[in-house]
């Protein structure tokens, strides 16, 4: 393996005719080879096709601009600690302009008095001349007639970086965009060799796709802008074919299991007997689920069902209602997964009061389980005692057996894990509800969840009041105080939430929602001992304990980083204030206003921010104008991208760009071409070369 690996690095050190040092930093990318290398792709491009005279130059245009001239006479000056080199040139009708060179003698001695050069840079007006501050410099062939320089008939030398669309790549760890485009022009002419074609030729056509061998050239150096236009399509369009052909493969290779429960005719009774149980009446959206669900686990084929539902919608009452059919018309067993053990416990208590009145057998299966207890309820699933159990992710265990498992609910986890799907394979491939809380266009919904059918709970349950929500400032957030501690004194709580914090700087998460801390405890002496700390570097027992303590009224007025975002439910909170607002995506800032307003009292959100940049205060002012999480998260889609809404749970393509996320059209081509390519070739075994590419991109895709 190591071998093989010293071969690649040595092949693209040859290829590349560089240095060490140079291979190290792109190792450290996962660029490993000539391949890897050109698919390296650029960020944007300059178009350095169209010579201008000075003239015609437009300044404060975005982007970089070509013009040619004559150098007439260079001169050097020190000005304190700088060296400065000023060059001036006359362009071929007569008008004059300047070079200006700091400290760079290399650049400088490359530019000759009395040659001619095409010079490339972004031109700005100094002292009253046309000046560019290091530009690229290319020499250019002096011409036979000298009026052929009036007529613009200078011929340019073959560069790469002149005369062309010029490609800008991004930069990596002080390699800069110009080295990249320097050496990726030297491999050109390794594409056809290195490149092959790995989708049919009918596919190619039928979805007017350009070639891969051209797609890689027109990437790094495009012959106009259309072709680059139409070869990034191909490269996006490609990534989503392979998300699609994944996510059906899961689907194909999970449902190829009969169901124990297809074939049987519905009993509705059995709904009824349920929803007639229930202190409350269900939303119309939610019955509408609750038919589908129930529906689909009558197919011979395992159901595969995304429930999205915006926050505080009453998911759980969903789930549990299909548990219950599951378990009366099969005497199917059901299990719950969530991500945090505080979630599973808020589960177990939520189900147990819906479904033990129902003689139900629900029990709770953590880490914080004592082992005899956890011994005697693995004893009970495998004898058909427990009907349902609630699950964290982290204790799926190979010693767990199931009587009868006929229905999975995975709680708050974005994609269904190669692990879990494993698993319940053992199981008969019992039906899986995907439940998530994050609401998703549609677009982003077929583009990366192509193996699910989808359900929306877009309805609040009958008594909520939306939640009120005001942008406000530091001094704001101040004078809110006696209102907050009115909120108290009737009975109700308050969440303080410290701003967002990157995964990598746990300390500094701790440092932020510590100082919050100590700001609350001053700015409120009256709740002495009232006040909580809740962040994502405590223990499980000590958040739990901390939750615990919120609920039973121990504490009253939580300050809490993001670990409160899903799942957390306190009827009686009833305000939060987001500190620093403008850190957080629009998903996320709905995600945390959930957790408040999950009752009959009207409830308020502030987003406290210290920025009064006009962008951030439009897009907060979005939050008071809507409760709509869809179409918050169509915002988010259009202003921050796919990786605000899928976060760090989603490890997809989340760079595709908008243009592409947003066209449901082009999106479902693709859907119904990675239907067709399964349809006609199953195991993908007439396509080699596909299926290489997706074990290259994605592993163990075809395990």
Request: charged share 30%; glycine share 4%.
């Amino acid at each position: 393996m190591e071998d093989g690996y010293a071969s690649f690095m040595m092949e693209l050190k040859i290829a590349l005719k560089t240095t060490p040092k140079y291979i190290k930093i792109l190792a450290a990318e996962w660029i490993v080879t000539v391949k890897d290398f050109l698919q390296y792709f650029p960020r944007a491009y300059e178009d350095r096709s169209s010579i201008r005279n000075l003239n015609e130059l437009i300044f404060n245009e975005k982007g970089i601009t070509a013009t040619k001239g004559k150098i007439l006479k260079k001169s050097i000056f020190m000005r304190w600690w700088r060296r400065i080199y000023n060059i001036s040139f006359v362009d071929p009708v007569g008008n004059k302009g300047q070079i200006t060179i700091f400290n760079s003698g290399f650049l400088a001695s490359k530019i000759h008095e009395d040659k001619r050069y095409i010079i490339v840079g972004k031109p700005t007006m100094k002292m009253n001349k046309i000046t560019f501050s290091h530009p690229d410099v290319v020499e250019t062939e002096a011409p036979e007639d000298p009026n052929a320089a009036l007529e613009d008939k200078v011929e340019i030398k073959e560069n790469y970086n002149t005369g062309r669309i010029f490609p800008i790549y991004p930069e990596l760890m002080g390699i800069k965009p110009g080295r990249f485009a320097q050496k990726m022009r030297l491999l050109m002419d390794k594409i056809d060799t290195i490149f092959s074609e790995y989708l049919p030729q009918e596919f190619i056509e039928k979805f007017w796709l350009m070639g891969v061998q051209e797609t890689i050239k027109e990437m790094h150096y495009p012959t106009s802008f259309d072709q680059q236009k139409q070869a990034n399509l191909r490269i996006f369009f490609d990534r989503l074919l392979r998300i699609q052909l994944y996510s059906l493969m899961n689907r194909n290779d999970y449902q190829q299991n009969k169901t124990k429960t297809g074939g049987e005719i519905i009993d509705w009774e059995i709904i009824k007997n349920i929803v007639t149980t229930l202190p409350f009446e269900l939303t119309m959206a939610q019955k509408k689920v609750i038919k589908h669900i129930t529906e689909n686990i009558h197919e011979p084929k395992p159901m595969l069902r995304l429930l999205q539902w915006d926050v505080g919608s009453g998911k759980t009452v969903v789930a549990a209602a299909s548990a219950y059919y599951t378990h009366k018309k099969f005497w199917g067993q059901s299990v719950f997964l969530a991500p945090l053990e505080v979630l599973a416990n808020q589960h177990y208590k939520t189900l147990a009061k819906l479904l033990l009145p129902l003689w139900l057998r629900v029990e709770l299966l953590t880490w914080s389980v004592p082992k005899s207890q956890k011994d005697k309820i693995k004893q009970d699933l495998l004898e058909g005692r427990i009907h349902t159990l609630i699950w964290t992710h982290a204790v799926i265990q190979d010693d767990v057996v199931f009587n009868n498992l006929q229905f999975v609910v995975i709680d708050e986890q974005h994609k269904f894990w190669v692990k879990q799907r494993a698993f319940f394979k053992k199981f008969w491939a019992p039906h899986i509800l995907q439940m998530s809380a994050t609401p998703i266009p549609r677009s982003m919904a077929l583009a990366f969840f192509g193996e699910f059918d989808v359900s929306i709970i877009d309805e609040m349950p009958l008594g909520r009041k939306p939640i009120i929500t005001k942008v406000i400032s530091e001094k704001e957030y101040i004078k809110l105080k006696p209102r907050i501690l009115d909120h108290i004194r009737k009975g109700q709580k308050v969440f303080i939430v410290t701003p967002l914090i990157e995964e990598s700087e746990k300390l500094e998460e701790v440092k932020a929602a510590t100082t919050e801390f100590e700001e609350a405890k001053a700015l409120f002496p009256e709740l002495k001992g009232k006040i909580g700390l809740l962040h994502g570097k405590m223990r499980s027992k000590d958040k739990d304990a901390v939750m615990q303590d919120f609920k039973s009224w121990k504490i009253c007025l939580l300050v809490s980083t993001t670990v409160i975002e899903v799942g957390v439910d306190i009827p009686e909170a009833t305000i939060m204030v987001i500190k620093n607002a403008e850190r957080f995506g629009l998903s996320q800032l709905h995600q945390l206003r959930g957790r408040i307003g999950r009752a009959d009292i009207q409830s308020y959100c502030f987003l406290e921010t210290k920025s009064k940049a006009w962008d951030i205060g439009k897009r907060l002012k979005a939050m008071e104008e809507t409760n709509d999480g869809f179409k918050l998260a169509e915002l988010d889609l259009q202003n921050r991208g796919a990786g605000e809404i899928l976060g760090t749970m989603q490890s997809w393509e989340s760079d595709i760009p908008l243009e592409i996320l947003s066209d449901l059209k082009f999106l479902e081509k693709i859907q119904e071409g990675a239907k067709r390519l399964l349809e006609k070739y199953p195991k993908l075994e007439w396509l080699p070369g596909l299926k290489k590419y997706l074990e290259e991109k994605m592993g163990d895709v075809l395990a």
